[in-house]
């Protein structure tokens, strides 16, 4: 059973350009979410996608946008990269739903640098 | 003030040991609590989840949570170097454990021989 796949694993930018990154989630799952995690620091939540539309958001400017297609994998995409853009960025997948049932599989990640 | 507060470590014990890690909250909206074990250059793996006060425990592992403290902890008994990781805790609202999960720093835990 495969579990949450992200691409590519790591990846080189300069400022300004832009970076699109892709996951598939774990056998099963509906729902996609997008981690931030700078160097030393816990996950940061970016947002959400469901049924190919975004649920939540967290605390991160419209560079940051992001797509689900019908097969449930997710894209996310960051314009205009700045050099506080280097980060792990992580994508987690989970059914959707209500309660405590339904816990957040993570990637390993791809990790994002600017130079 | 971060809505999750995570003292970072490093935590250095000897092999065998039993270890407690923490996690203070403000939010009073969290009602779900995770524990996610994260090895180097890895993503998150997920060790427990809960939702009510008490214990609930899984092997070596427990998880506590008092929400009249908003506090938790997570216990490991018999620790291994394998257990060498950075461990986060995660909350997550009413909605349950589907949806934004917010992170405390992590603890970084290191078992010696």
């Known amino acids: 059973d495969a579990g949450v796949t992200q691409s590519p694993t790591h990846l080189i930018k300069t400022r300004g350009q832009q970076v699109t990154l892709r996951c598939s989630p774990k056998?099963?799952?509906?729902?996609v979410s997008w981690y931030q995690q700078a160097l030393g620091q816990g996950p940061q939540f970016i947002f959400q996608?469901?049924?190919?539309?975004?649920?939540q958001r967290g605390n991160f400017p419209d560079r940051f946008s992001g797509h689900q297609f019908p097969n449930y994998s997710s894209e996310l995409n960051v314009n205009a990269l700045l050099l506080g853009d280097s980060a792990l960025y992580l994508c987690?997948?989970?059914?959707?739903?209500?309660?405590?049932?339904?816990?957040?599989?993570f990637g390993d990640g791809t990790r994002l640098s600017i130079l | 003030q971060k809505e999750v507060e995570q003292d970072p470590g490093p935590l250095s014990v000897p092999e065998g040991a039993i270890v407690s890690l923490n996690c203070t909250y403000s939010?009073?909206?969290?009602?779900?609590f995770m524990w996610y074990r994260q090895y180097s250059r890895k993503g998150p793996e997920l060790l427990m989840y809960?939702?009510?006060?008490g214990n609930k425990e899984d092997g070596r592992f427990t998880a506590q949570v008092d929400k009249s403290s908003k506090y938790i902890s997570l216990f490991i008994r018999d620790s291994q170097p394998s257990d060498s990781a950075t461990y986060l805790c995660?909350?997550?609202?009413?909605?349950?454990?589907?949806?934004?999960?917010?992170f405390g720093t992590g603890t970084r835990l290191q078992v010696t021989l």
């Open positions: 987690a997948s989970s059914l959707s739903g209500t309660g405590v049932g339904r816990p957040q599989h």
């Open positions: 995660a909350m997550s609202g009413p909605t349950g454990t589907a949806s934004k999960l917010t």
């Open positions: 809960t939702y009510s006060s």
């Open positions: 056998s099963g799952h509906d729902t």
């Open positions: 996608y469901y049924e190919e539309e975004e649920r």
């Open positions: 939010n009073s909206a969290f009602q779900y």
